[in-house]
């Protein structure tokens, strides 16, 4: 009866779970570009996030701008997105400069914890800095060509962690 009682409440949880919207993503300079891919990073059985890329063009190669949206499924502390940004681009080989220890200064100055159905979103502006988004509208920004390709390795690189999800997001599969 024990176990009954078990899968008859886990049945109801499971049918209250309600959808997660990200109606709070809306971000202009973001919305006027044009997709090229989206995927939804899972590791192991946990949904982390969905994610896409979108530039000028439409493609990956050979545009101007890019922008790179994150939807969170899941709580996560902006100290810990800080941490796995420093541990991925060590990861991807990319030099540990001091402008890079600046660099992940101001995003723990800058990002909020997220809480599933939040994005951050970034997107490259014409002079090829990282301009931020959030929940509650812009971030920050930093004014860094350098830092904006580094960031973006991590999800662009071929040297990625997460191949599949590369690809789908630059338009390869």
């Not at 930093?142 to 789908?168: G, H, M, P, V, Y």
């Amino acid at each position: 009866m024990k176990i009954k009682a078990f899968w008859l409440a886990l049945t109801c949880a499971v049918l209250s779970v309600q959808p997660v919207y990200a109606s709070q993503c809306s971000v202009a300079a973001f919305d006027e570009l044009k997709t090229v891919g989206e995927t939804r990073l899972k590791v192991w059985f946990w949904d982390v996030y969905d994610a896409e890329l979108r530039t000028d063009t439409g493609a990956y190669q050979d545009s101007a701008q890019r922008a790179l949206q994150l939807s969170y499924l899941r709580n996560i502390d902006a100290d810990d997105l800080v941490d796995t940004t420093a541990e991925e681009w060590q990861r991807l080989k990319i030099e540990n400069t001091e402008a890079h220890e600046q660099w992940l200064d101001a995003l723990r100055g800058m990002w909020p914890d997220v809480r599933e159905g939040d994005c951050i979103t970034v997107v490259e502006n014409d002079a090829g800095h990282a301009e931020f988004y959030g929940p509650e509208g812009r971030l920050g920004i930093i004014e860094s060509a350098q830092f904006t390709d580094d960031f973006l390795a991590i999800w662009l690189s071929e040297n990625s962690r997460f191949k599949d999800e590369r690809n789908a997001l630059i338009g390869a599969q």
